[in-house]
């Protein structure tokens, strides 16, 4: 907390030769100065006591009204405590409420980002920061709650649409303004009367299937690619990941060797923190085994061993790695002529398709890949599959 102490100002006379009796404040090494109102001479002034001398007329009345003005101040700081300021203190001591400058929207955003990013809550991070400059962009400006309203996200929504965006790209933007908004609402930043969102409809549309079939995948397996190549290696990755029941490539960026138990690949989904433990059959282990990582602490060369996990350096490692790997694999896919290019999300999708086509029953594809079916609360009451059965489905698969 702020220090005070009240001292006779002698760096300056007034033009009658008295001095101001002031309040200096000291709070982290920096000096302010608050004025009594009250001067004197000199002589008059007490400095060990910090008081008027009694031989100074009126000293005792003199002394009275500079205590309750430094019990005052000294109250003042107590209430502000970590908050204090000179003008804070100033505002509280005149009366007057201290009017401060609204939060504005991108003030509100830049603060929920921040602590995402430092809960490591990387990727919601990224999504919500895009969303918030795109809108900011579009408004030329940074705007207040009350400025984000029906028309103007109304607007906004067009211009996104108009521009050829994706309705699912749009879809994004809006859930992650409307949880910002939702979150200051909560907060009293903003008065919940001013809410844009009752009339606004976030639409988004069944995403295309992206599966391949399993000829494809063995059209692929067969092509003869230059060893160590950036091709061999965007195509291995991909294997590894269908053999591995269509594991995200940012999981599979993140195995390390303590993750193989027994046999299998024991691992927490980044996404859902869902808990895996896929058998490891020989078409991923031997893929594994390609690859030359004896001094590397994961199993695939794509992080470095000083990567800070989750952080937005390696977030950004990550995405460049599937951004390049989706490259060459749509390469591969036009040199073997598949209708639609394989992608490095194609691995989930096609081992769940390929396990429907051989007629696996929906709940046992949902439980292998981590998902729920039907409804939730009855799926509590249900028995999970016993680990051979999702292993000979899984093998079937892959085969």
């Excluded at 930043?189 to 639409?203: A, L, Q």
């Excluded at 060893?227 to 390390?256: H, M, P, Q, V, W």
């Excluded at 996990?309 to 995405?319: P, Y």
């Amino acid at each position: 907390m702020a220090n005070i102490k009240t001292l006779l100002d002698l760096r300056r006379a007034k033009s009658d030769g008295t001095f101001n009796i002031i309040f200096r404040i000291t709070d982290h090494k920096k000096v302010y100065t608050i004025n009594s109102g009250v001067s004197l001479g000199e002589h008059f002034w007490d400095e060990k006591k910090g008081q008027v001398r009694k031989i100074y007329p009126n000293a005792k009345l003199l002394n009275i009204k500079l205590s309750k003005h430094f019990f005052k101040i000294e109250q003042a700081l107590l209430l502000l405590d970590d908050e204090f300021s000179i003008d804070k203190l100033k505002a509280m001591l005149s009366g007057k409420p201290q009017v401060e400058a609204p939060e504005t929207f991108q003030m509100f955003a830049d603060k929920v980002i921040q602590q995402m990013m430092e809960a490591n809550r990387v990727g919601n991070a990224i999504v919500y920061r895009t969303a918030v400059n795109r809108l900011i962009t579009y408004c030329g400006k940074d705007v207040s709650f009350e400025e984000v309203n029906y028309k103007l996200l109304d607007q906004f929504s067009h211009h996104l649409t108009t521009s050829g965006l994706k309705i699912n790209s749009v879809s994004n933007y809006f859930r992650s303004i409307r949880a910002i908004y939702n979150k200051a609402v909560k907060m009293k930043v903003v008065d919940r009367s001013f809410y844009p969102f009752h009339n606004i409809s976030i639409k988004s549309e069944k995403t295309a299937k992206r599966a391949i079939s399993k000829d494809d995948i063995l059209k692929l397996k067969q092509l003869h690619l230059e060893a160590n190549s950036t091709a061999e290696r965007s195509l291995k990755c991909f294997l590894i990941s269908f053999y591995l029941r269509g594991i995200s490539f940012t999981d599979l960026a993140y195995l390390k060797q303590s993750n193989i138990i027994d046999g299998r690949v024991v691992y927490k989904r980044r996404k859902t923190h869902k808990n895996y433990s896929i058998k490891l059959f020989p078409e991923a282990q031997e893929l594994f085994q390609q690859f030359n990582v004896d001094e590397s602490k994961y199993l695939l060369p794509i992080l470095p061993n000083e990567a800070l996990e989750d952080s937005l350096e390696t977030k950004k490692v990550i995405r460049q790695f599937i951004k390049t790997t989706n490259k060459y694999l749509k390469r591969l896919s036009e040199q073997v002529g598949l209708s639609s290019p394989a992608t490095t999300y194609t691995s989930r999708h096609s081992f769940g398709t390929i396990a429907k086509r051989l007629g696996y029953s929906n709940e046992l594809i949902a439980e292998a890949l981590g998902h729920e079916y039907g409804n939730k609360i009855t799926n509590i009451y249900l028995d999970t599959f016993d680990t051979d059965v999702l292993d000979a489905m899984h093998q079937h698969v892959i085969s």
